[in-house]
């Protein structure tokens, strides 16, 4: 699926050689399979990549909610101190309500 979603080979590399990438590769599957454009699948590539380094995942665990509060604040004050980035607090909501939603909670 990466293949399709990166052109250049370093993103590609990147994306193939982090952690849980046979789970990432199924859910941007089912995501490009719902109608997903490309774009929008890399972006949620790219994201995906933050949240295993904000989560320190290297295999599959439970995550408990207290974690991604701890992580979407350290991504909102990543992205709030960045001069060229316009996100901020506000995506680290953003973060806290999709990982409930995936989550089933």
Known sequence: MLETIF??????KRHQEAPLLEERERFLLHLHQQGT??????????????????????SLRDVALGEVH??????GELQHSHPRIRAG???????????????GR
């Open 37 to 58: 454009s490309r774009p929008a699948l890399r972006t949620l590539a790219r994201e995906l990549m933050h949240v295993l380094r904000l989560l320190e995942l290297k």
């Open 70 to 75: 701890r992580a979407a604040k350290r991504w």
């Open 89 to 103: 607090y506000g995506s680290a909501r953003s973060i806290i309500h999709d990982a409930q939603n995936r989550s």
């Open 7 to 12: 052109e250049r080979p370093f993103f590609l």
